[in-house]
């Protein structure tokens, strides 16, 4: 059993930056950041096997979000996902995510456990 609690939401202007934090208890393979917005799929906004290797660049991202947001940890129980030039199409509800089973890193559907989630709302 994997306890995920997400913190750092809020609501900023265009262009500025965030950084959302999840503390994780559990043994996981994998742990990400997932995004949902009103009538969309959850999508896979960054994800990182646990013994991925953030430094040599062990994480896959969501097209739209490459070279602006940032995933890392201090360890296998801290991550953070920063959020850098926010606009206002990454207005969502943001989840840490976790699963104990290798594959399919990208799919919302294989995360067994989920945290609460963290409302990010940016404005033009």
């Known amino acids: 059993q994997v306890q995920l609690r997400e913190s750092g939401g809020g609501s900023v202007q265009a262009g500025v930056s965030m950084r959302l934090s999840c503390v994780a208890s559990?043994?996981?393979?994998?742990i990400g950041w997932f995004r949902q917005a009103p009538a969309r799929e959850r999508e896979a906004v960054a994800v990182?096997?646990?013994?991925?290797?953030?430094?040599?660049?062990?994480a896959l991202y969501a097209d739209s979000v490459k070279g602006r947001f940032t995933i890392s940890r201090d360890n296998a129980k801290m991550m953070y996902l920063q959020l850098n030039d926010l606009k206002p199409e990454d207005t969502a509800m943001y989840y840490c995510a976790a699963k104990d089973n290798a594959g399919a890193y990208t799919r919302a559907d294989t995360y067994t456990f989920w945290g609460q989630g963290t409302q990010v709302t940016v404005s033009s």
């Open positions: 990182v096997t646990k013994n991925g290797n953030l430094e040599y660049g062990d």
């Open positions: 559990g043994p996981y393979v994998s």
